[in-house]
């Protein structure tokens, strides 16, 4: 099971923290990512990082202002947000993948319940 947490309200500009959190099962052997989806809009890819964290892929939407990271220890998976935008309000979901990193949804099998990201302008 996945746990994601850390969203909240924030001001453009702001930054947060989102974290999951894995029980039940160990996150080191997983490739994990960060989905979005923000209202009347479809589930897309954020960011995803490989299981040993020295890889990661970014959409371009926030590449330079997002940051995944895991500890394997804590088991648990980061998503640090700077530089937060209006289009980045959406409900964040994190997801495990089996076989690669991967930026497509259907690639991750297990994913987590979300947490919301709400920017005021």
């Known amino acids: 099971q996945l746990q994601a947490s850390g969203g909240g309200l924030v001001q453009a500009g702001g930054s947060l923290r989102l974290s999951c959190a894995a029980s039940?099962?160990?996150?080191?052997?997983?490739?994990m990512g960060w989905f979005r989806q923000a209202p009347g809009k479809e589930r897309e890819f954020v960011a995803a990082?490989?299981?040993?964290?020295?890889?990661?892929y970014y959409a371009d939407s926030v590449k330079g202002r997002f940051t995944i990271s895991r500890d394997n220890a804590m088991n648990t998976v980061f998503l640090q947000m700077n530089s937060l935008k209006s289009e980045d309000t959406a409900v964040y979901y994190c997801?495990?993948?089996?076989?690669?990193?991967?930026?497509?949804?259907?690639?991750?099998?297990?994913w987590g319940q979300g947490t919301l990201v709400t920017v005021s302008s």
């Open positions: 997801a495990a993948a089996i076989t690669a990193i991967s930026r497509s949804s259907v690639d991750y099998r297990y």
């Open positions: 990082i490989n299981r040993g964290g020295s890889s990661t």
């Open positions: 039940g099962r160990t996150i080191a052997s997983y490739y």
